[in-house]
């Protein structure tokens, strides 16, 4: 038996401008059902490139990416989408909320694009997320009328919104105070363990590193 | 329900920056409103110009033309049937010009589904005299009736009725120009002389004016019956049939046939006035392109509006993309705002050169060569308002589709590493 949500064999990635440098090499891991795994390291040590190829969204790696056991293609783009809507949350140092609607809409949007349940019943599932993380009274504001800390809050719950597989966070704290910072990883951990929400998040920050379950760390395009 | 999500999102975006896509939307509507109205006036123009002739002018004309014989007696003597006969100095005949068995042709052109109608006409060189000066001119006979229904004579008819043409006896209506010669007006009675030497008093009962001055001039119409008798022949005496036809495509063909059937030479109008079409056809060209070179103007602007939208939102674009939009989304999202500005804008500018056109329409436009015409012609062709909004949906769609690539091409992974 196996459940294993997240898997990488012997990738090797390359960039190619303006000279070919290898970025990684040979990076082998995987990550269970309810895991939550930090990938540390330096500046420039590789671990945001692995986030991406994992996340799908860059395809120029050689190697293997499984996500819930199947492998992902390399060329249709149109899939990968696909699968990133319906089986991975993303949340970016940098929020980006639609400024164009409000936070109950910027939840909803991959919601309505998974178009899995009805208008309704997503609206009621975007507003329960918001009450999970506490900022229900924010969904009719518009996303640029809200503090910091309040709008990666949001971008949390639109991580959510279509239950993923997995959450993948690119340094989310990384733009936020002591404060906010804690409450963020607060959530992440009362995710994990209320929900048993599995957890990828790419962070320098020591003390969040330490919290979490496990931690990968990596050096010059290795992990170690 | 994921085209009503991507509506909705393009809706936002473009009611986000409902300042630019109202400048884009004036773009594509001031070039339908120009095109609309100048196509509409042109054309206007164009059936005008055409209408000066071709509405009094008959798709087929019957008669017998001035020419030689084509049976010379040496075709029918035995001995010279065969080999090529060159026969020198040959003269026209000189035939009569009435057409043969003429009420038996009429009698099958009434039954011939093609034709709408037609109007007996026979015509006499007359003198007008006016004391001691003699005038050239035409007496045509026609049948006002027929004439007026099918080739609109009682529209040149500018004072007088033309129907008293065949109320009153010994009547006629003269052309401005030969009326103001003769220095008659409406109830008075001019003299013609016929080529034979016989006089007539006729009656003036109306004047017309064709717009052709050296036609009013020396023309002058009276009825058939009238006609004839100044020329002393009997009742069945014309020498031309004028045809209207349902097609006046099919005006060269049945002209054809009946040059065949009847034995008769037959004109049609393409034949006797190709100069119109060719006229008419490039003043279309030029409206059209003028008007296409406004709209491909117009979606260069929503070509510029949309890459500048396309840069301000890569943020979200990308987040679009991170959360599971594929490509494809992001391009039907951007081409749903281009055609959404297209089809408001070129929307509005229907409405708008409807009323510029109407406007222009009231604009009084008086010519003394054109009695009918009181204000500047405009034809209400629902085809330019069809070639309009098809028009503007396409060149939104292409001016659209390249930013709108352009956005779907976007790597999210760079957006979202950059910051």
């Not at chain 2, 500005?341 to 060569?369: E, K, R």
Request: one cysteine or more; a neutral charge.
């Amino acid at each position: 038996m196996s459940n294993t949500i997240l898997e990488a064999k012997h990738i090797n990635k390359y960039f190619h401008d303006p000279i070919r440098v290898q970025v990684l090499s040979d990076i082998n891991f995987s990550i269970n059902k309810g895991e939550f795994v930090s990938l540390t390291g330096k500046s420039g040590c590789g671990k945001s490139t692995l986030l991406y190829l994992l996340s799908t969204m860059d395809t120029d790696y050689d190697g293997q990416i499984l996500i819930d056991q199947e492998e992902m293609p390399k060329k249709e783009e149109a899939y990968l989408a696909k699968i990133r809507n319906e089986k991975i949350g993303f949340v970016f140092q940098f929020h980006y909320l639609l400024n164009e609607f409000n936070v109950l809409k910027n939840v909803m949007l991959p919601g309505l694009k998974l178009n899995k349940y009805s208008n309704e019943e997503v609206e009621h599932r975007a507003m329960e997320k918001l009450r999970i993380l506490g900022i229900e009274q924010l969904a009719l504001k518009k996303a640029n009328h809200i503090s910091g800390g309040e709008k990666q809050r949001v971008a949390i719950a639109r991580a959510l919104i279509n239950d993923p597989h997995i959450i993948m966070g690119d340094e989310p704290t990384g733009n936020l105070d002591k404060k906010n910072s804690d409450m963020v990883f607060d959530i992440f951990s009362r995710l994990s363990d209320e929900l048993q929400q599995t957890l990828l998040i790419v962070t320098h920050d020591p003390s969040f590193a330490e919290r979490t379950h496990r931690t990968i760390h990596m050096e010059d395009g290795r992990i170690l | 329900m994921n085209k009503k999500l991507l509506i909705d999102i393009a809706r936002s975006l473009l009611l986000a920056r409902w300042k630019q896509t109202l400048v884009a939307a004036i773009g594509v509507t001031f070039s339908i409103t120009m095109f609309i109205t100048l196509l509409s006036f042109m054309s206007g123009l164009n059936d005008l110009l055409d209408g000066l002739i071709l509405n009094r002018t008959p798709h087929i004309k019957l008669f017998n033309d001035i020419k030689p014989n084509l049976n010379q007696p040496i075709k029918i003597a035995a001995d010279y049937q065969s080999g090529h006969h060159f026969i020198e100095s040959i003269k026209s005949d000189a035939n009569r010009q009435a057409i043969y068995n003429s009420a038996a042709i009429m009698e099958a052109l009434k039954k011939d589904k093609r034709v709408l109608g037609f109007s007996p006409k026979l015509t006499a060189q007359v003198f007008f005299n006016d004391g001691n000066i003699d005038i050239t001119g035409s007496m045509s006979g026609i049948n006002p009736v027929e004439e007026s229904k099918l080739f609109h004579f009682d529209e040149y008819v500018t004072s007088g009725n033309s129907a008293d043409l065949t109320k009153v006896s010994n009547s006629i209506i003269l052309g401005k120009g030969l009326a103001g010669k003769l220095l008659v007006q409406i109830g008075d009675v001019v003299q013609v002389t016929t080529s034979k030497g016989e006089r007539f008093q006729l009656k003036v009962v109306g004047i017309f004016q064709s717009g052709i001055k050296d036609f009013d001039d020396v023309q002058s119409y009276a009825s058939v019956n009238t006609v004839q008798k100044i020329l002393s022949q009997p009742s069945n005496y014309i020498t031309a049939i004028q045809i209207k036809l349902f097609d006046i495509k099919l005006a060269p063909a049945v002209a054809k046939e009946y040059e065949q059937v009847y034995q008769i030479d037959a004109e049609d109008v393409q034949t006797a006035n190709s100069q119109f079409e060719t006229g008419s056809s490039i003043r279309t060209l030029i409206s059209y392109s003028v008007g296409i070179t406004l709209l491909i103007v117009a979606g260069f602007g929503i070509y510029n509006i949309l890459n500048m939208m396309i840069f301000e939102k890569m943020d979200s674009i990308a987040i679009l993309k991170a959360t599971g939009f594929s490509g494809r989304d992001v391009k039907n999202i951007f081409i749903y705002i281009a055609v959404s500005i297209g089809i408001f804008g070129g929307l509005v500018g229907l409405l708008l050169g409807f009323g510029l056109s109407a406007t222009i329409d009231q604009i009084p436009f008086n010519t003394p060569s054109l009695p009918t015409i009181k204000t500047y012609p405009i034809n209400y062709n629902p085809k330019f308002y069809m070639i309009g909004i098809v028009f503007s949906f396409i060149t939104t769609y292409f001016a659209g589709w390249f930013p709108a690539r352009k956005a779907s091409k976007i790597d999210p992974v760079v957006i979202i590493r950059g910051k």
